[in-house]
């Protein structure tokens, strides 16, 4: 399971379109059973079925371990982030108002489609894709004899660095929520047009040293050189497809102001609808508006897609989502190895419009809990002693930018932010991949343990 920021009912029947049909056709692999559950009509979470996984799995390791396959890949993606980037330049030099209907329809959806194929490019990188090629890398060290949790992190770190630019801090910082999300949400075009990242090549020493004293079989190597590349490659694609989905916020912005909408009630809209509202003006019903805000469910099964809204969408999600485990001790795979202790400050999706405020009241030293974390908490992420996340695998953005920076992390815990609050004095192991909590906020009443 994965959440994804800024991903509005209107995105969601192509989203599992290019998990699944889409994918196969383009990669050979792909999924057959997989939902998405709406989260106030602007964050979603993604599930693939426990059926799937191994299959997804499976054919992830035979595209990435093919090496003309995957180099395709990344010229392909190149190719694919460089004409979103392009495009994101058009528009931006373009004056929307100016548009009549039929013209800002027909832009909007064209920057929609560059926006699908980077996200087809990235949704083939998420954890379940490469869960095998993590298995097999730690049973090659295994078989050796040697401590695969331990090397693991160290042979799968970074030789490119992405670092923001100014500008890029300021895009970036936003978050989406904040950014598009609000009725008042403005963004600075001229940020679009901007030197956004640079990357830095960067020998990992301790890598090297690592597989000389070792002896890290050959095929470890290979293997751990794969998600050294996907990392970096998959980093750089979220840059890009979040410069994306900021420039599809001066559209959401336009729509809206010559529509006479609010963007609330345009996130609960369905491509078709988005379609009819801006050629027509035909407004979807406000009782299937506030039915939808209740629940709405996107459901791709056998390759077909469905979707549930209220009622309906709180039962089935109630049925198939696990409910959430209270626990003081977590636990979850090392990401980058050390140990923390400290305060923690959480960054949680449900709260993004806060990011920015509390990043700017952050201390050195707190201790980041979060769903998964995003390029918009990176001056968080300078600042913190440890990281710790509910999602991701070796690919996520925590893992990544941990091992860039050199900071304890512990991914994959499930219900950190579940049972982790603000002021929280916390523990984390990012050796044996645990984290406990300690005592909660003295604010709030709590001692330590």
Request: hydrophobic share 40%; net charge negative.
């Amino acid at each position: 399971m994965w959440k994804e920021e800024n991903l509005p009912v209107m995105d969601q029947r192509f989203s599992l379109q290019h998990l699944g049909h889409s994918s196969k056709k383009l990669f050979g692999f792909g999924v057959e059973d997989a939902f998405i559950v709406s989260q106030e009509g602007f964050t979603a979470s993604f599930y693939v079925s426990d059926r799937d996984c191994r299959p997804f799995a499976g054919g992830g390791f035979v595209f990435f371990t093919d090496r003309e396959r995957f180099c395709r890949y990344l010229e392909d993606k190149q190719t694919v982030e460089q004409r979103l980037l392009d495009h994101i330049k058009d528009i931006v030099a373009r004056d929307l108002s100016a548009l009549s209907n039929g013209e800002l329809f027909k832009a909007f959806e064209e920057l929609c489609k560059k926006i699908a194929n980077a996200f087809e490019f990235y949704a083939i990188t998420e954890q379940e894709a490469v869960q095998l090629i993590e298995e097999k890398l730690e049973a090659e060290l295994t078989s050796s004899g040697l401590d695969a949790k331990a090397l693991i992190p160290i042979l799968t770190s970074p030789d490119k660095i992405i670092e923001l630019t100014e500008k890029g801090h300021q895009l970036f910082d936003l978050s989406l929520s904040k950014s598009i999300k609000g009725e008042d949400s403005r963004i600075d075009p001229g940020l679009l047009r901007s030197l956004l990242f640079t990357i830095k090549n960067e020998v990992c020493q301790d890598r090297l040293a690592i597989i000389q004293k070792h002896g890290i079989p050959q095929k470890a190597v290979e293997l751990s050189d794969i998600f050294r590349s996907l990392g970096h490659e998959r980093l750089r694609l979220r840059y890009v497809f979040m410069q994306g989905l900021f420039c599809r916020g001066l559209f959401f912005n336009e729509i809206v102001r010559r529509i006479g909408i609010t963007k609330k009630e345009l996130y609960f809209y369905n491509a078709d609808e988005v379609k009819t509202l801006v050629l027509d003006g035909e407004k979807v019903p406000t009782p299937t508006i506030e039915r939808r805000k209740r629940g709405y469910v996107s459901i791709l099964t056998n390759g077909d897609i469905f979707h549930l809204e209220g009622d309906d969408a709180l039962a089935f999600t109630k049925e198939h989502i696990q409910p959430v485990e209270k626990t003081d001790i977590l636990h979850g795979t090392v990401a980058c190895k050390g140990t923390a202790r400290g305060r923690v400050i959480t960054f949680r999706f449900d709260e993004s419009d806060h990011h920015l405020e509390k990043m700017d009241t952050m201390e050195a030293g707190q201790i980041i809990v979060t769903e998964q974390t995003h390029p918009n908490i990176l001056t968080a992420i300078d600042k913190a002693a440890a990281i710790v996340t509910d999602e991701g695998g070796m690919l996520c953005h925590a893992a990544i930018v941990s091992r860039e920076r050199r900071i304890p992390c512990v991914i994959g815990t499930r219900f950190a932010t579940a049972n982790l609050k603000d002021g929280d004095l916390v523990e984390v192991n990012a050796i044996e991949g645990w984290v406990r909590r300690l005592g909660g906020n003295p604010e709030n009443g709590f001692s330590s343990k």
